[in-house]
């Protein structure tokens, strides 16, 4: 299995629609979890981080289910500059702060 | 806003020759670290650095691999002899040290490409 694991889509709605992420990931004892974006051949940002009670940020809603292991972004009202590849991130178990990062979900948001 | 910056931009080299990455972290930072992105494939995580000493690397960074913290502002990633499937983008980021903080600052990255 792999340790975080993402539907890499891609995934093509049209603006202002309300489009959802999922991913996994298969360390249980894993702490912090993230989402960043990146646009074509740029460095990877932080969007958010996630926590277990969900937090939102604007359009922005991140959910985590330790129990299932399962993590999830939502995106509403998109725009057209939210077209970008979605990665998912989580803090490995060891204490060195490595990121292990999913392979990403593309989003085209359309006219 | 602080950010973490990367030269060059983009390294073109022979296969076998030596390369050094270069990396200026954030300036209060004291974790660094190295990833790498093969075309079309997810982020890879290569090496953690802490105190001046490496604290965690992955199977890819092999002996081919070091890295250095040369004076109080440079991180840097050399790889001794380059192979063809070393071609990809690297990039640095840095965290800081309070508690609590988990987020890492990327670099731009470096273009490698091994002809």
């Known amino acids: 299995r792999k340790e975080v694991e993402q539907d890499p889509g891609p995934f093509n709605v049209p603006e202002g629609a309300t489009v959802a992420f999922n991913c996994t990931y298969s360390n249980s004892a894993s702490q912090s979890f993230f989402w960043y974006r990146q646009d074509c051949r740029k460095e990877p940002k932080l969007l958010m981080s996630v926590y277990s009670s969900g937090n939102e940020d604007g359009r922005f809603t991140a959910q985590l289910n330790r129990a299932s292991q399962y993590i999830s972004l939502l995106i509403r009202d998109s725009k057209l500059s939210d077209s970008a590849t979605y990665l998912c991130?989580?803090?490995?178990?060891?204490?060195?702060?490595?990121?292990?990062f999913g392979q990403g979900t593309t989003l085209q948001v359309k006219p | 806003e602080p950010e973490v910056t990367q030269t060059p931009s983009h390294q073109v080299t022979q296969m076998g020759q030596e390369v050094i990455l270069r990396c200026v972290p954030i300036s209060n930072h004291l974790y660094f670290y190295w990833y790498r992105q093969i075309l079309g494939q997810k982020v890879e995580f290569l090496v953690s650095f802490y105190n001046n000493e490496i604290s965690e690397k992955s199977e890819i960074f092999d002996d081919q691999f070091s890295v250095e913290r040369p004076d109080g502002s440079n991180f840097t990633l050399k790889i001794r002899s380059t192979k063809l499937e070393d071609s990809a983008m690297y990039f640095c980021?840095?965290?800081?040290?309070?508690?609590?903080?988990?987020?890492?600052?990327f670099g731009p990255g470096t273009r490698l490409t091994v002809l």
């Open positions: 991130v989580v803090k490995g178990s060891s204490n060195t702060g490595k990121l292990i």
């Open positions: 980021a840095s965290r800081g040290t309070r508690i609590g903080t988990d987020t890492q600052y």
